[in-house]
């Protein structure tokens, strides 16, 4: 069985262990905590996505972006 709680380290609480224990009762566990990346870190953990990055960001600096409203965008693309 695997459950994944996703929480804010300041919303771990003993509840929180308790609740663990509840549904797991003894059997052995393995507890694994990893810090989530923002989307900044993770649109720029890989190179290619950096360097795609930056080239926008270069043209949009000279002026070579396209500019449009949300309505526009949801009208020409829709809920694909």
Same mark, same amino acid.
């Given at each position: 069985? *695997?459950? &994944?709680? *996703? $929480?804010? +380290?300041?919303? /771990? &609480?003993?509840?929180?262990?308790? =609740?663990?224990? !509840?549904?797991?009762?003894?059997? +052995?566990? &393995?507890? @694994?905590? %990893? +810090? #989530?990346?923002?989307? @900044? %870190?993770? $649109? $720029? !953990?890989?190179? !290619?996505? *950096?360097?795609?990055? #930056?080239? =926008?960001?270069?043209? /949009? %600096? *000279?002026? %070579?972006?396209? =500019?449009? @409203? /949300?309505?526009?965008?949801?009208?020409?693309?829709?809920?694909?």
């Amino acid at each position: 069985m *695997r459950i &994944t709680y *996703r $929480l804010n +380290a300041d919303e /771990l &609480t003993v509840g929180v262990l308790d =609740s663990i224990k !509840a549904v797991f009762l003894d059997k +052995a566990i &393995t507890i @694994t905590v %990893e +810090a #989530e990346m923002d989307e @900044t %870190e993770y $649109l $720029l !953990a890989s190179e !290619a996505n *950096r360097e795609h990055l #930056e080239r =926008s960001m270069k043209q /949009l %600096e *000279r002026g %070579e972006g396209i =500019s449009f @409203t /949300l309505e526009e965008f949801q009208k020409k693309y829709g809920n694909q």
